[in-house]
């Protein structure tokens, strides 16, 4: 962490994320489809999700078993019967201005409650609770045109109306930002391996996060839609606290919004007081009963999870444990790997090259996993090109790079970009005579030192921008070093 | 002939038989409402054309020898918070005043699959908030029996255009009484079924936990035989109960011989009207005459059944009515404000003034550090009345009671005492905190006012009040006094 040791800030971080259940074909409560992405506005809906008076909500077995899944998952323990509760409030993508939801108080079961979640930050081992997951529906999906502030009018869609909404909440457990950016990667690929979600999670799963520093009041901050967002939020804002309470100030109890534009958190100003959302149990719903053989029915059914797949990966490919956490930190990535495996049985070098030049070269254009193009195929094609000595590792490097930001196959790279390694001695022997030629004084100290051949080395790849075999390089500049041994130098 | 005068069972056998059609039937039925429809207003809106539509195709059917459901050609007012695809439902508020459902309710579809014909929709308190009719936006209803007086509420138009014969049967629905007070009120049957016999798909939510769909209609036989219609469980509604369709109308024999009557000695307490206690105890001797058992029994708690009751659902509309904000459907107000204040705006020109206070007690009800004062007491005072229902079920067949404690008051009397308003459902709201299943079956007239005697039962008990008030209506035929209009 930039900032300073954490522990010493007294940080605590919880989490609410909201997950999306876009495995689901229908809506929670009717049977409008679930998957509006791409659809245009107001076309997914139905007297039900529109909130028309005299409709009732039917609930959606599908959702509750994918709803137990991830509790199971979470190693949450399921409540025998749970209850849905109304949740009152106004709001312009609220069609019945009520959500349903569930409710831990006044004689309501969640879907579930207690939990953890083991990770893995830098190397060391982090376990973070859950407090319970419920199960909601989805609000309309607001947009502005403009800013949220400066929009002159708001225009609702409906087809997010009712979607099938899960709620996990954390307890306050993370200290860094760093830990809350782990725990929702951990959180993403058991949700990815489960396949109750999409795989391409974008706006599938929204955070908000709440965080005290040193015993102080604790501050929401709401509208995160990214990963990489909520590290730098929560950076911001501990950050922002920590100035607050240097110059003497005294946080308070608010709900922030992301700003994501600005990259800043900016307190609400809402005027509400304390939100009283009046919860009371919904009359339309009846209790839902979750016997135990329902229980271990999907349990029976669940498929590998993370820590088992690292496990697996471990014993199966040989890799070390450390790798087989990165490599299962997403399922895309997980699934890449074995596939990969499949083609061409060097796990370790896949490994190796998913992890330091895949993965980094990912990150580094700001782009998700799943997003990312390359496939297994072209990505072997492309390490038994290194294998067989047709373009060098450096070269592979840059191809890979280069790949991932075009979108380009790495052989077309290769191809297109005239990359394939030069192994021909004819050839490297006149660059190297150039080279010769151009460094006397260096060759005359490779004559005495053999350390500083790989000067002359370094002189040739240059010429051929990395292109020539460093094994044929070093051989032909070896050789030449013999052979004019004899020749007085110019100089 | 003046075929609207007739019952279902007579004309059902009529239309089968071909001595009249459909057409007739329903054409009788508009000449009607044309003739005391502006002296009764029973009526919101009605659908004359498409009705006649409906009747020829019936008796196009019955002429090829097609089969017809039960209702065939039969006439139906369907209260106006029942949602009609393509039909106005106003639920008597200018915050529905344009209002036109883009599906039916689950009841409306068994009818017309029965072969009903709707007629039109009926006038009724707004949002089913009230027991005079007298807070719809579209004028109070007036009593057949007289125009200076309320029909009841809040199924006033569907009561007062059964008894102007301006339809044959009709569709109430019952959250405190509103099927049984203006069935009381204007001398016809109106049943309130066990709660979850009838799909609410469709309803326009008050009081979700409390209230059903039922049948009203000029005599018990009718009454059965629309339960039979609309009775019997809807997928689409999670708290309808899985029963599979019944023919109700089978067990009405006449025959009450040794059947356990028991009278609950509270609902004959302070209150109520000594002209109305006369009539129910002089209903109690016939029911004796008729064979039955009667005994006296106890329903505890009946003194704090009515703010148990408004307390439940006035919390529970807080909540249903929330949904009216005039972004989507409905009335909207002209406001330049944001979507606060449009919503304020349409909430507070949309809404009357009892709706409004119930919306406002309901919300107070359930805010933090009240809920467990008064909705979570709320609920434990209704378990402890529904146990109290079962124990008295346990040793009577049936129970009677008076369905109203007094005689149909004046328009205007009592609007402005919600209080007052309120007290009066002490009789019938206790049946909807038990959801058990009560029928209001006319027992006599005081001054020419009607007084109803309600039949409540056990849990899915439609059967055994029917078959009790099936026999006292034909020892009494009450039901057949017509008032002039
Ligand atoms: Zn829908």
């Known amino acids: 962490m930039p900032i300073e040791r954490s522990e010493e800030l007294g940080v605590k971080i919880g989490l609410e994320v909201h997950v999306q259940l876009t495995a689901l074909k229908?809506?929670?409560?009717?049977?409008?489809?679930?998957?509006?992405?791409?659809?245009?506005?107001?076309?997914?809906?139905?007297?039900?999700?529109?909130?028309?008076?005299?409709?009732?909500?039917?609930?959606?077995?599908?959702?509750?078993?994918?709803?137990?899944?991830?509790?199971?998952a979470l190693n949450s323990s399921i409540s025998p019967q749970m209850f849905f509760f109304r949740k009152n409030y106004f709001y312009v993508d609220l069609p019945k201005n009520f959500q349903i939801s569930q409710y831990d108080k006044a004689g309501g079961a969640p879907l579930s409650t207690g939990g953890w979640v083991e990770f893995s930050v830098n190397g060391?081992?982090?376990?973070?609770?859950?407090?319970?997951?419920?199960?909601?529906?989805?609000?309309?999906?607001?947009?502005?045109?403009?800013?949220?502030?400066?929009?002159?009018?708001?225009?609702?869609?409906?087809?997010?109306?009712?979607?099938?909404?899960?709620?996990?909440?954390?307890?306050?457990?993370?200290e860094t930002p760093e830990e809350a950016y782990f725990f929702l990667q951990k959180l993403r690929s058991i949700l990815e391996h489960l396949g109750v979600s999409s795989e391409n999670m974008q706006g599938s799963m929204r955070c908000d996060a709440n965080i005290s520093i040193m015993g102080g009041a604790r501050v929401e901050i709401k509208n995160i839609s990214s990963f990489r967002d909520v590290r730098r939020a929560l950076q911001y804002e501990i950050m922002r606290q920590k100035q607050l309470l240097r110059r003497g100030g005294v946080t308070k109890q608010e709900t922030r919004h992301w700003d994501e534009d600005r990259q800043i958190t900016v307190s609400l100003r809402v005027k509400e007081t304390e939100s009283d959302y009046r919860y009371f149990p919904e009359p339309d719903l009846v209790p839902v009963k979750i016997p135990e053989e329902w229980v271990s029915k999907v349990a029976s059914q669940m498929p590998e999870l993370p820590d088992?797949?690292?496990?697996?990966?471990?014993?199966?490919?040989?890799?070390?444990?450390?790798?087989?956490?990165?490599?299962?930190?997403?399922?895309?990535?997980?699934?890449?790997?074995?596939?990969?495996?499949?083609?061409?049985?060097?796990?370790?070098?896949?490994?190796?090259?998913?992890?330091?030049?895949?993965?980094?070269?990912?990150?580094?254009?700001?782009?998700?996993?799943?997003?990312?193009?390359?496939?297994?195929?072209?990505?072997?094609?492309?390490?038994?090109?290194?294998?067989?000595?047709?373009?060098?590792?450096?070269?592979?490097?840059?191809?890979?790079?280069?790949?991932?930001?075009t979108g380009r196959p790495p052989r077309i790279v290769v191809e297109d970009e005239g990359l394939l390694k030069i192994s021909d001695e004819n050839v490297i022997s006149k660059l190297a005579d150039e080279v010769f030629r151009e460094f006397p004084k260096a060759v005359e100290d490779a004559r005495?030192?053999?350390?500083?051949?790989?000067?002359?080395?370094?002189?040739?790849?240059?010429?051929?921008?990395?292109?020539?075999?460093?094994?044929?390089?070093?051989?032909?500049?070896?050789?030449?070093?013999?052979?004019?041994?004899?020749?007085?130098?110019?100089? | 002939m003046h075929l609207n005068r007739l019952t279902c069972h007579e004309l059902v056998e009529m239309i089968k038989a071909q001595t009249v059609t459909a057409e007739e039937v329903v054409e009788h039925v508009f000449r009607r409402i044309d003739e005391v429809e502006s002296k009764i207003n029973a009526f919101i809106s009605t659908f004359k054309e498409d009705a006649l539509e409906k009747a020829r195709e019936i008796d196009r059917k019955i002429r090829r020898g097609e089969s017809v459901g039960l209702l065939a050609g039969i006439p139906?007012?369907?209260?106006?918070?029942?949602?009609?695809?393509?039909?106005?439902?106003?639920?008597?508020?200018?915050?529905?005043?344009?209002?036109?459902?883009?599906?039916?309710?689950?009841?409306?579809?068994?009818?017309?699959?029965?072969?009903?014909?709707?007629?039109?929709?009926?006038?009724?308190?707004?949002?089913?908030?009230?027991n005079s009719t007298e807070t719809s936006f579209f004028g109070c209803t007036r009593n057949p029996w007289d125009l200076t007086r309320v029909p009841g509420g809040s199924s006033g138009g569907s009561a007062a255009a059964l008894t102007s014969d301006e339809t044959v049967l009709a569709l109430g629905s019952d959250t405190g009484g509103s099927i049984r007070c203006p069935a009381s009120f204007c001398s016809v049957v109106g049943l309130k079924p066990t709660y979850g016999l009838v799909s609410r798909y469709g309803l326009v939510a008050y009081a979700n936990s409390l209230e059903q769909i039922g049948p009203m209609a000029k005599d018990v036989l009718d009454c059965a035989m629309l339960l039979t219609a609309i009775a019997g469980h809807d997928p689409r509604d999670s708290t309808s109960a899985p029963r599979s369709p019944y023919d109700y109308t089978s067990a009405i024999n006449g025959d009450i011989k040794n059947v356990k009557v028991g009278v609950p000695r509270e609902f004959f307490a302070a209150g109520l009207d000594e002209r109305v206690e006369k009539s129910v105890l002089s209903a109690v001797s016939i029911l004796e005459d008729l064979g039955?058992?009667?005994?006296?029994?106890?329903?505890?708690?009946?003194?704090?059944?009515?703010?148990?009751?408004?307390?439940?659902?006035?919390?529970?509309?807080?909540?249903?009515?929330?949904?009216?904000?005039?972004?989507?459907?409905?009335?909207?107000?002209?406001?330049?404000?944001?979507?606060?204040?449009?919503?304020?705006?349409?909430?507070s020109e949309g809404f009357g003034e009892e709706v409004k206070r119930r919306i406002l007690l309901g919300t107070f009800a359930l805010s933090a550090g009240y809920y467990d004062k008064y909705y979570l007491k709320a609920l434990k005072v209704r378990t402890l009345i529904k146990r109290e229902f079962e124990k008295a079920l346990a040793k009577f067949d049936v129970l009677v009671a008076p369905t109203m404690p007094i005689l149909p008051f004046k328009i205007g009397e009592i609007i402005e005492d919600p209080l007052t308003m309120y007290m009066m459902d002490i009789d019938t709201v206790p049946v909807n905190l038990a959801g058990v299943p009560s029928i209001s079956v006319p027992c006599g007239f005081v001054d020419g006012l009607p007084v109803g005697l309600q039949v409540i039962g056990g849990f899915f008990g439609e059967e055994k009040i029917l078959k009790v008030a099936y026999a006292f209506q034909e020892h009494t035929k009450f039901n057949l006094k017509k008032p002039e209009i």
């Open chain 1, 26 to 72: 229908t809506k929670l409560f009717c049977s409008c489809s679930a998957n509006y992405r791409g659809m245009p506005p107001n076309t997914l809906t139905c007297p039900i999700c529109l909130g028309h008076p005299g409709t009732l909500p039917v609930l959606n077995r599908k959702a509750v078993e994918h709803a137990m899944m991830v509790a199971l």
């Open chain 1, 124 to 174: 060391e081992r982090k376990k973070v609770r859950i407090r319970r997951i419920q199960l909601e529906e989805d609000p309309a999906r607001l947009t502005y045109p403009g800013t949220i502030t400066s929009a002159p009018y708001t225009l609702v869609d409906f087809n997010r109306a009712g979607v099938a909404l899960l709620e996990i909440v954390t307890e306050p457990d993370m």
């Open chain 1, 308 to 405: 088992a797949r690292k496990e697996r990966f471990i014993s199966d490919y040989g890799i070390p444990e450390y790798d087989a956490i990165v490599l299962t930190s997403s399922k895309k990535i997980a699934d890449f790997f074995e596939e990969c495996c499949k083609l061409y049985s060097n796990p370790k070098k896949i490994a190796n090259w998913i992890m330091s030049d895949l993965l980094r070269n990912i990150n580094e254009t700001g782009m998700d996993v799943t997003e990312m193009s390359i496939t297994a195929e072209q990505f072997i094609e492309m390490i038994k090109m290194i294998d067989e000595g047709l373009i060098s590792g450096k070269i592979a490097k840059r191809v890979l790079r280069e790949s991932i930001r």
């Open chain 1, 448 to 491: 005495r030192d053999r350390k500083a051949v790989n000067f002359l080395v370094g002189q040739v790849m240059k010429k051929t921008r990395g292109r020539a075999d460093p094994d044929v390089t070093n051989k032909v500049i070896l050789s030449k070093l013999e052979e004019n041994r004899a020749i007085p130098s110019r100089s």
């Open chain 2, 76 to 130: 139906v007012a369907v209260k106006d918070n029942i949602c009609t695809r393509g039909k106005l439902t106003t639920c008597g508020s200018k915050m529905l005043s344009n209002y036109i459902p883009p599906y039916s309710a689950t009841v409306v579809e068994k009818i017309e699959a029965a072969g009903g014909i709707i007629i039109g929709k009926t006038n009724m308190d707004e949002f089913a908030m009230g």
């Open chain 2, 292 to 347: 039955a058992t009667c005994g006296e029994t106890s329903i505890s708690y009946l003194e704090y059944v009515v703010p148990t009751y408004y307390l439940i659902a006035m919390s529970e509309a807080s909540s249903n009515l929330a949904r009216f904000d005039g972004l989507r459907y409905g009335f909207t107000a002209k406001c330049d404000g944001d979507w606060n204040e449009v919503f304020s705006a349409t909430r």
